[in-house]
T-cell receptor, first 117, second 111 residues
Framework: AQKVTQAQTEISVVEKEDVTLDCVYE???????LFWYKQPPSGELVFLIR??????QNEISGRYSWNFQKSTSSFNFTITASQVVDSAVYFC??????????????FGKGTHLIIQP | ETGVTQSPTHLIKTRGQQVTLRCSSQ?????VSWYQQALGQGPQFIFQ???????GRGNFPPRFSGLQFPNYSSELNVNALELDDSALYLC??????????FGPGTRLTVT
């Protein structure tokens, strides 16, 4: 069975601080995919990134960066120089297929990020 | 915006009633997945439809059922509503195995 743990229920930081959201996963699959989604108050899940289990290179996209470490089964997400617009609930998700597939995505419980001005 | 739309936005039903939620997928997408998100929780996979057939299902009872139409839009039907069915219902569309794009959701309240 697959499992995603986001131990941080809520994080509050002041604008311009860096913040890291933790994600730990469990799976027996040798090939799997990891995702991050952002859910603003409007409710719509916004796709941020997908990584497969064979690609451990860290990725950077603007102020966002992701650190994937198979040795610790972690896929952490860092926002540099946070902004108020980054306030949202962030979900880490896991799947045995590239797009979720017929088994769907397995989500963590999410981390509520609050950026204070 | 993802181009995935859902209706209605909000819905209030009474325990025991039946409800139908609707989803229009993004143009070019042929696969629709449905998720249930209880308050304070992550989304849970209900089922997926590909080319009008259910091809995957999560741990939900048979009173949760669905349809996909030739234009790839989809419906989620829930019979015999229970209080625990109160949640945000999210629809996601994709092109086959590619990444899923989510709609804004339907907030269902069962009283």
């Amino acid at each position: 069975a697959q499992k995603v743990t986001q131990a941080q229920t809520e994080i509050s930081v002041v604008e311009k601080e860096d913040v890291t959201l933790d994600c730990v996963y469990e799976t027996r699959d040798t090939t799997y995919y990891l995702f991050w989604y952002k859910q603003p108050p409007s409710g719509e899940l916004v796709f941020l990134i997908r990584r497969n289990s064979f690609d451990e290179q860290n990725e950077i996209s603007g102020r966002y960066s992701w650190n994937f470490q198979k040795s610790t089964s972690s896929f952490n997400f860092t926002i540099t120089a946070s902004q108020v617009v980054d306030s949202a609930v962030y979900f880490c998700a896991l799947s045995a297929r590239s797009g979720g597939g017929a088994d769907g995505l397995t989500f963590g419980k999410g981390t509520h990020l609050i950026i204070q001005p | 915006e993802t181009g995935v739309t859902q209706s209605p936005t909000h819905l209030i039903k009474t325990r025991g009633q039946q409800v139908t939620l609707r989803c229009s997928s993004q143009s070019g997408h042929n696969t629709v997945s449905w998720y249930q998100q209880a308050l304070g929780q992550g989304p849970q996979f209900i089922f997926q439809y590909y080319r009008e057939e259910e091809n995957g299902r999560g741990n939900f009872p048979p009173r949760f059922s669905g349809l996909q139409f030739p234009n790839y839009s989809s419906e989620l039907n829930v019979n015999a509503l229970e209080l625990d069915d109160s949640a945000l219902y999210l629809c996601a569309s994709s092109l086959g195995e590619r990444e899923q794009y989510f709609g804004p959701g339907t907030r269902l309240t069962v009283t």
